[in-house]
């Protein structure tokens, strides 16, 4: 793998999820940070990640609002949103909310890895 | 001058001249012959005598035009003289001879003669005529006219008259004309022709007559009518027979008949105004350019020409129908024709044949109609009878006697009040008769009486008086009726079914309103006309609100639209009705409602009722709404920590990879694919749950086919090192669908391939281009399904066993799941297979949708 230094931002309420997608993801030498609140996105966002993996269902915080919200700030728009769900039906409604991509939960991790790597590239 | 000289007593002829020998006829022979020898033709006549009494008397004898009949040329003819016998006498005064002289004047008598015959004659024939003649002088004012001609202007006839005398006889309404046409007749500028018609008055106004006045005036040298004379008849005959004539000539062109006169070759003479109006003839055309030929048939010509005529008696004519033909419209037309013959008056010859026709095809009609009346009256089933004004009966029909059991043969003459009931015959005599006279009809009901069983049969009667058409004088009446007992009878057996249906309309309301759902009906038109218990117990207002169109005030407004199309489409088209809405309920609230409705129709398929049920679904969509959520909370909570399991595994199985330790990556990686496996059952789970509850969510895109088969066997093909999986692709082209779920229908029937073939190592997946759909086929040549298996493969939970008898992994939902996919994608999914040889899993979809 290539050594990456892009710095990835997870929006997830799963601890789990969140730390072993980091664990993944510092791996192959991405800089990750995250939020388990949805309610701390925004500010984290504002620090201009190179990518986030948005979750949808955050605990009361819809996913696809914050995705809205990050595509219609001027100073955040261009930041690549990866989309993240259990239900894969959700897809469509995801990629109508601004999100670059979609992948749907459980998820290969080689799969991910591809898809980061597509949208910083 | 004929001169002879008589002597003597003999009357010796002494001399003769030529002229008295050739009127003798005699020669010279004669002198010294005896006048009674000489010429004895004068005897017997009185010649001889009177010579006798000249010579006895010595007087002379004077006759004028004295008559002599003598032979000549063996014939007696008549002489006419004037004739001297001069006696001769001698110195004493005797007579010794007598000298005979004679002007044969014959030709003047004979001249005179036939001027007085033929004045005679004249005054005969004018007398014979009514022909008077006057003599005019115009200059100075005379008239000389005959005795004819004073009476036609009545005067005697003696009366000296003056010219103006006559011009006070002509009626004063022609005076004016008269004088006219003396004055253009007397005109030297004109011929002088004088001819006029005219009235004279008689002075006593007693008499007046018409008079046709011809002459001529004639004019002297000077240019003046000298004389004005001519002729005067009297013509007022003839004028009152012109003026029948006329009159008898109107009655007939304008008689409603048709009358036409032919001579005897068939030729027209004169048709009247009806006839030509019958027989299509213009009254502008000369019927004589016609011939009676032209207005029969070929067959009914032939008929008349060689039958007809030679019947027609000389004194009463013939008489029947002939089928004329209107010669415009070619329409035949019976009539009743007589034909009479027309004789000349005075020879007696028959010149020609009158005809008079009336057209019978009213009177046919007329005739029919009646035949046809009576034909219904006959076999009505109505009772139909006919009475004279006391009652008898004069006709009745045959449902008529068979109603009150007599024969209808039998029952002529009788009178009716025998066949009605005691009840009916006072009525009838006390009060329907009255009114029946009165207003000239009557209906009621009355009672027969059957005549051999006694039954009273009560009917409905109509009676109608008949009165004589020209006094107006009723003479008998007429009646109509109906038995009623079948109406009594149908009436009872109505009011039991009604209270019949009145005990099941309240049990059914008993029922409706004991079921739980809400229950109604509605007209063809949509307008509720019952509503159950059930409505109150949760709407707003009173059932009565509800009715018609009320229910719709508690509609959701969002719904309302929605609801009323497919109201009204089920209203138009008798479809089943079923939605669901929102009702507003007594707290104001809106609870969702499943309606259904279905049409009830008659015979012919027309729609007579709704009969509707509202059932209250608001829990149950809660219920909905609440597993929605629970599906989605389940999918989600159920692969949180499968997600976490998996991104475990992997980061541990890189970590191992990354220090070298294979073998703990190598249990990972397996650890891996049971974590993809555990979320393949938890995916098909919720996907069958998602199914059954109608929740199952399609995508579409359009989507290159061959990439995504590519994309499923590379990642089909990375778990299975075993089977290499072939591919042939016919199809090349995109394709609209759910890619996800077509990617999931083709990885199951792959991974079911891998499954159910342990013992091969191939797999083909083909595809075919259908024209409006592609076909994808997956062929393994694993243990395959028996023939009597194949249409359960797709049920749920089904799963085949193998001969091995060993149970293959899975719930036995994919197939399932795939068919259900390629159904909702409006495909098709089918299996053929050999029990032992493997099986051919294929589906086909629209390429477009």
Redesign the interface.
């Known amino acids: 793998m290539e050594l990456r230094t892009k710095k990835i931002f997870i929006a997830d309420d799963d601890e789990a999820i969140v730390d072993a997608t980091s664990m993944m993801l510092e791996m192959v030498g991405y800089e990750v940070s995250y939020t388990l609140n949805g309610a701390n996105i925004q500010s984290a966002i504002s620090k201009k990640p190179d990518l986030v993996l948005l979750d949808i269902w955050m605990s009361g915080i819809d996913g696809r609002d914050v995705c809205k919200a990050i595509k219609a700030n001027p100073q955040t728009k261009d930041i690549p949103v990866l989309m993240l769900s259990a239900s894969r039906d959700i897809r469509e409604s995801a990629l109508e909310s601004g999100a670059d991509d979609f992948l749907a939960k459980p998820f290969d991790m080689n799969v991910l890895l591809n898809k980061i790597d597509v949208l910083l590239n | 001058m004929l001169t002879a000289l008589y002597t003597g007593k003999d009357l010796v002829i002494t001399m003769a001249n030529q002229k008295m020998m050739d009127f003798w006829g005699k020669d010279a022979a004669i002198i010294g012959k005896p006048l009674e020898q000489a010429v004895p033709e004068l005897k017997g006549q009185p010649f001889l005598q009177i010579l006798d009494a000249v010579y006895s008397s010595g007087a002379d004898y004077h006759a004028k035009e004295d008559k002599t009949e003598l032979m000549i040329d063996n014939e007696i003819s008549s002489f006419y003289f004037n004739l001297t016998y001069k006696p001769v006498k001698d110195a004493k005064g005797q007579t010794y001879a007598i000298i005979h002289t004679a002007e044969n004047i014959t030709e003047l008598v004979s001249a005179r003669q036939q001027i007085a015959d033929t004045e005679e004659r004249l005054s005969f024939s004018l007398t014979a005529a009514g022909v008077g003649t006057w003599d005019l002088d115009p200059i100075n004012s005379t008239v000389k006219w005959d005795m004819r001609c004073r009476e036609l202007f009545g005067f005697p006839g003696d009366t000296n008259v003056a010219y103006q005398d006559v011009l006070q006889c002509i009626h004063p309404q022609d005076k004016e004309r008269v004088y006219k046409a003396v004055t253009k007749a007397i005109d030297p500028g004109t011929e002088g022709m004088y001819d006029i018609r005219y009235r004279t008055v008689s002075k006593d106004e007693r008499y007046l007559r018409w008079v046709h006045c011809k002459g001529k005036a004639y004019f002297n040298k000077d240019h003046k009518a000298y004389r004005f004379a001519g002729t005067a008849q009297d013509i007022t005959e003839e004028v009152k027979a012109r003026l029948r004539e006329q009159q008898l000539l109107c009655l007939v062109n304008h008689n409603a008949d048709h009358m036409s006169i032919a001579d005897m070759k068939g030729n027209l003479i004169y048709m009247n105004y009806a006839s030509r109006a019958l027989l299509g003839v213009d009254p502008d055309t000369d019927v004589t350019t016609l011939s009676a030929h032209d207005f029969y048939t070929t067959s009914e010509l032939k008929r008349v020409q060689q039958q007809v005529i030679n019947e027609i008696d000389p004194d009463k004519g013939w008489q029947g129908i002939i089928r004329l033909m209107n010669r415009i419209t070619k329409e035949v037309i019976p009539c009743h024709v007589s034909y009479m013959l027309i004789e000349d008056e005075e020879t007696g010859e028959v010149i020609g044949r009158g005809a008079t026709a009336r057209d019978m095809r009213q009177e046919i009609k007329a005739k029919a109609e009646m035949q046809r009346l009576a034909t219904i009256v006959d076999i009505s089933e109505d009772f139909c009878n006919y009475c004279d004004i006391e009652g008898n009966t004069l006709y009745i029909n045959e449902a008529g006697s068979e109603l009150i059991g007599v024969d209808k043969n039998l029952i002529a003459a009788t009178n009716m009040f025998n066949y009605h009931s005691a009840a009916s015959s006072i009525a009838i005599r006390e009060v329907i008769m009255p009114e029946l006279l009165a207003n000239g009809k009557w209906s009621g009901t009355l009672e027969l009486l059957h005549q051999n069983t006694g039954e009273i049969i009560p009917i409905h009667k109509q009676l109608f008086i008949i009165r004589e058409e020209l006094t107006d004088k009723p003479i008998a009446f007429a009646g109509i009726a109906r038995d009623l007992r079948p109406e009594i009878n149908a009436r009872k057996a109505m009011d039991y079914k009604n209270a019949q249906l009145h005990i099941a309309v309240r049990e059914l309301e008993f029922l409706a309103n004991s079921v739980p759902a809400v229950v109604w009906t509605s007209k063809p038109d949509g307008k509720l006309d019952f509503i159950n218990q059930r409505w109150y117990e949760k709407a707003p207002g009173t059932i009565e609100d509800a009715l018609g169109t009320g229910w719709s005030s508690t509609l959701h407004p969002e719904d309302e639209q929605r609801a009323w199309l497919s109201w009204k489409e089920s209203l138009t088209t008798g479809r089943p009705f079923s939605i669901e809405f929102r009702l507003r309920d007594k707290q104001g609230n809106y609870r969702w409602w499943l309606v259904q409705a279905l049409a009830l129709t008659d015979e012919n398929g027309c729609i007579i009722k709704w009969y509707g049920t509202n059932i209250d679904i608001n829990d149950q969509k809660e219920l909905e709404r609440q597993k929605d959520n629970f599906l989605?909370v389940a999918?989600?909570e159920?692969?949180?920590?499968?997600?976490?399991?998996?991104?475990?595994v992997?980061?541990m199985e890189?970590?191992f990879r990354?220090g070298g330790d294979l073998k703990n990556a190598e249990l990972l990686a397996k650890m891996d694919k049971q974590?993809n496996r555990l979320?393949n059952l938890i995916a098909d789970l919720l996907d069958v749950t998602k199914i059954n509850s109608g929740r199952l969510?399609f995508?579409e895109t359009l989507f290159n086919f061959n990439d995504t088969i590519e994309e499923v066997i590379e990642e089909v093909q990375r778990t299975s090192g075993k089977h290499a999986i072939r591919k042939q692709l016919n199809f090349k082209g995109e394709i609209t669908g759910d890619k996800?779920r077509i990617c999931q229908v083709i990885t199951n029937l792959l991974t079911n391939a891998i499954k159910y073939s342990p013992d091969a190592n191939r797999i083909i997946v083909y595809t075919e281009d259908h024209g409006n759909e592609v076909q994808l086929c997956v062929q393994d040549f694993g243990i395959g399904i028996s023939r009597d298996l194949q249409d359960k493969v797709f049920e749920q939970f089904y799963r085949v066993s193998g001969t091995k008898e060993h149970t293959f992994p899975g719930l036995g939902l994919g197939l399932y799941i795939s068919s259900e996919i390629v159904k909702h994608l409006r495909g098709r999914i089918w299996v053929n297979s050999v029990q032992g040889k493997g099986s051919t899993f294929c589906f086909a979809l629209p390429i477009k949708n």
């Open positions: 989605g999918s989600h159920l692969k949180t920590p499968v997600t976490s399991i998996k991104a475990y992997q980061v890189m970590m990354k974590v979320n969510q995508d996800e």
